[in-house]
Nanobody
Framework: QVQLVESGGGLVQAGGSLRLSCAAS????????MGWFRQAPGKEREFVSA????????SYADSVKGRFTMNRDYAKNTVSLQMNALKPEDTAVYYC?????????????????WGQGTQVTVSS
């Protein structure tokens, strides 16, 4: 069992930056591919980014490519999402997720464990 806890959300003005972190307990994250998803009010949960179990491969939604960067820290057992040039449309609850699949998918159904989410609000 893996417990995931997100942190780092908050309120920021458009153009600003935030760094989200996802900490794990129970098991080491090195055994899992990791992903970030987000869900805005009234919308379905959508893929944001993912990083492979090895950390070599990353993928991003087109809407965040070039602005967001996902990394993992094996020593700290965490993954992070650096979000720059934030836009009001980035406002959502952001979720961290873990999958046993080495190359994590872009679909939420492919993930085994989820955090509770952290709110990101970008004002215009």
């Amino acid at each position: 069992q893996v417990q995931l806890v997100e942190s780092g959300g908050g309120l920021v003005q458009a153009g600003g930056s935030l760094r989200l972190s996802c900490a794990a307990s129970g098991r080491t994250l090195s055994s899992y591919g990791m992903g970030w998803f987000r869900q805005a009010p009234g919308k379905e949960r959508e893929f944001v980014s993912a990083i492979s179990r090895s950390g070599v491969t990353t993928s991003y939604a087109d809407s965040v490519k070039g602005r967001f960067t996902m990394n993992r820290d094996y020593a700290k057992n965490t993954v992070s999402l650096q979000m720059n040039a934030l836009k009001p449309e980035d406002t959502a609850v952001y979720y961290c997720a873990a999958t046993r699949t080495p190359i994590p998918p872009r679909t939420s159904g492919g993930y085994d464990y989820w955090g509770q989410g952290t709110q990101v609000t970008v004002s215009s």
